[in-house]
């Protein structure tokens, strides 16, 4: 007798709800619970905060991360490509040249903008 292939996804998912919730259940459990003064307190390497905690950061270093993302991003395909580059055709060379191509000129837009400079 063959057991049915969604009793094996059925115990996957039961597996993968256990999993995480057995660790949380023990921790919330077993935690010590005396809070006090000192405990709630907030603690921000080992100084005291003075004024407000909220700061606002510049715009720019938002489009610095998310321009050092795409490149990262890019290291993800690129890496693939060229470890299976002596199995691929021509149609491969030409499309990750597009790829590449896509991303210089949004480098270079990006760099004309500004998006680059750290101020």
Known sequence: MQPN??????IFLIVALILPAVPIFL???LNPKRPSKM???A???GVET???AWVQFKVQYYLYALVFLIFD???LFLFPWAVAYNQLGLFALVM??????????ALIYAWRKGALEWL
């Open 5 to 10: 292939e969604w009793l094996f996804i059925g």
């Open 43 to 45: 603690y921000e390497c």
């Open 73 to 75: 991003i890019e290291m």
């Open 39 to 41: 405990k709630q307190e």
């Open 50 to 52: 003075v004024g407000d």
């Open 96 to 105: 990750m040249a597009g790829f590449v191509g896509i991303l210089g000129i």
């Open 27 to 29: 921790a919330q459990l």
